[in-house]
């Protein structure tokens, strides 16, 4: 177990009789359409397909995104989360580890709502699907039948930013707030949509945000995560003090995440990600953004 955020397809693989062992495939399909939006689909179909023994598959688009909120998927309710993921056999004295078969940021997002609703014995699966899979270890279609867990939510408000945390951290010299999209969208060259539709938002970023993309902090052959040297250079050379108060965010709450993780690998577990993100700040015209184009 190379952290007690990370475990390898090893330690998983020896660990599979566990009895408090709950495994979950969280896979999402995202596209750009034509119109430029940015949209996500239950990726269900990966799952079916060929998963993890004793993996279940748990829909972030649906179940573990807030149906009232007027933003596409945001954090659910403390009681939404904890009726899904008791439903789905998690007790608070489970271990979780969570893996996906395409990116690794919806990992590293339902990572993210775990510790959020005060769970913090979760790790995400390092390189995944793909190196599981091309290790040739066991796969199974079965789905495991396990049983009605009791899950205790107990909110961290700490770990969650909205745009009035990260309009004061933006004036403040000991916080920075980070952006994990790529760095073209970052400079406002690529103009992607995070709203329902394409009218109404801006592109680039965050006014005094700095870019970390979700993107290099995994080896693009190996899909693991790199070294933590190598991550802490990646911080280094974007201007992020190790020791600041920082808030994380991209599109929709989901690269943000996978920031949050690089940074908690550093030892930094208080990190703060801004949920709606661009899809809320870009569309709204008081809220300062930037860009190097034009």
Known sequence: MASRHLVNTRWLEEHLDDPRLRIFDCTVHR????DGVFRIARGDAEYKAGHIPGARHLDLVEDLSEPESPLRFTLPTPERFAEAVSRAGVSDDCHVVVYGAREYQYATRLWWM????GFDNVALLDGGWHTWASEGRPVTTE??????GHFT???????????????????DANARVINGLAPNIHAGEVHVHYGPDAHGDRPGRIAGSVNLFAGHLINAQTKKLLPRPAIESLVRKQ????DARLITYCGAGIAATACAFALALLGREDVAVYDASLQEWAHDATLPMESDVG
């Open 153 to 171: 939510p107990r909110y961290r408000p700490e770990l969650v930013a909205d745009k009035a945390a990260v309009l004061t951290a933006l004036n």
């Open 31 to 34: 596209r750009v359409d034509d």
């Open 143 to 148: 789905v495991p039948n396990h049983p009605v």
């Open 114 to 117: 775990f510790r959020v609703f």
């Open 239 to 242: 201007g992020i003090p190790v």
